[in-house]
């Protein structure tokens, strides 16, 4: 038989048997359209646990070590949002007796303020104003330094060999112990050494290539340290990979379940119209083509369902992707959303085109179960069974 | 011609061992009329779908224009009875999901008569049965008389040497059975077309000339 008229026949089966055909489209359109959500969400999890975590201070890529003399405007790449260039270096800092070891970081406050969150993180106080003899503190080392905010603490390289004295304008905590401990910031323009070495931190735009980005970078700078945020956040990329490996195996687990409710509820109806299926063999059908008949009734119906389904899904998807969910009441405590818990659904090629895909092999090998069951009845027996 | 050389079949159920078929042999000339006759539960049924194909009997061996048919492997057998056969119900002969058209382009489909020669045969054989303008039809919407015009017409529509119908007329009133006989009986006198049919009906079994009497499986008359 011409596959030609298979499909024909398999399409005015499923348009005639509509009732049949839209109760078992519902089972695909509804998984179908629920994996494209669950599977943007999850991308959008992943995207603010990013964000979060690169948002607060570090940047998608970080760079260090990079000599004072380097030209650091070459590191505005296409693709690239902002590169904040700050300087460090390791300092004492005391007030009356206390010492306490830190990490000064030299910044452009306004820059800061605006591509990272850090100053979102002020417990007390403010954030640094440009020119200002101020420093922004941990809460642990102004605990350990007790010193309030607007109170003095002395800079230098030993006890009592003073470089700078500057005023404590805030006191921040963000959870994140690597920068919770042992590091202060001051403007730019006081930094004791305006020589030091330069450090950076890159903001991508949504979707750049970090991996490309960050050869560039290597090849343009080769004496600095540059590191993208797997590299550095290893925890994350961890957290992340988790999460996709968890999201496949929800997909294979949903759509197994459902091919076989799809299998069950194609049986059924093929057993309704065993009937059909002996006349169909007394009139010479072959096996093959009686495969190909349920294949391609299963098949159409899949994708015709699969195709809802994507349209279903994108429209939630779109829906959330501009208000976002917000899960801060379920994140305020977690460190990968420092910042904010709000999630963006956000959709990707493969999140869009895995589900129904899996859909269709599975609806494929659940036409199998009824086309087994036709080819091994005999004719007679079914005429004389129904 | 149609040979049944010592035909028997037994079938095995919760009853036991069952006689369906015993030592059955008679022969039906190429464009004869025959008829199976017996009361229910004869072996009618049965005796039909050995020479369709559709089981194989226990021992014997039937013949269709001397080939041996209940030798035939499955693909052998498929287009045996898609190129030579053609089958008559009692009821439900119709796919329902298909037009009264699309229900006789099926067989045209399968013995690859397409395109305008397929629409010329669609075209006639509705004429021939009464049934133009049906051709868009649903069977749902037919009468049961039309819906076993329109069987026997998809039976016959690939012009098929042996024409096989099983108690045809049992859902119909006397005057629609009778009326479908005599299409049935002269259609396959003009194609040729050898017609062996399985019914206990008396004003059928009197339309035919070669009658088949089985009892419990056994031949009881052969003329």
Redesign the interface.
Known sequence: ??LR?ILK?SF??LL??WRATVVLSFMVISAVASLVFLASLAIGTNDAMIRNSTGLFSGHISGSDIPPESDTSLLTLPGVEHVLVRRQQRFLLWAGENIEPVLLMAVNPLQEKQSTALWKKTVSGRYLKPGEDGIYINQETAERLQVPVGGQVHLGNAPRDRLKTLTVVGVYKTGISLLDQGLAFCPVDVFPLPDGLITTAVFLQDGSPTGDILQQYRRLIPSGKFQAWPEFMPDLKQLIDLNFVCMAIVMILVFALVSVGISCAFLIFTLKNL??HG?????????VDTVLLLVSQIGLLTLCAAALGIIAGMAAVLLFSQTGIDLTSLTSQNRYFAVSGIIYPRLTPANLLTPPLLAIVFGLAAALWPSLYIIRK???DI??S? | MIEILAVSKKYTSGRGHITALADISFNVEKGRSSVLAGKSGSGK?TLL?CI?A??KPDSGRILCNGRDISTLG??ER??????E?G?V?QA???????TVA?NLQ??L??NGI?GKKQERRIDELLATFDLSGYGKA?PGELSGGEIQRIAFARAIAHKPSLLLADEPTASLDSVTGNQLIQLMLSLCADQHTTLIIATHDTELIAMTDHKIYLKDGRMETGI
């Not at chain 1, 006349?279 to 096996?287: E, L, S």
């Not at chain 2, 498929?78 to 190129?83: G, K, P, T």
């Open positions: 038989m011409r008229f026949l005015l089966h005639r048997s009937r059909e006349i169909m063999k007394t009139m010479g059908i072959m096996p005999s004719p007679a005429l004389r129904v | 049924t779908n369709g559709l089981e499955r693909r498929a287009l045996f009875q898609r190129r056969i089958f119900f439900a002969n119709l796919l329902p999901w298909l699309e099926f067989p489909e399968l397409r649903m």
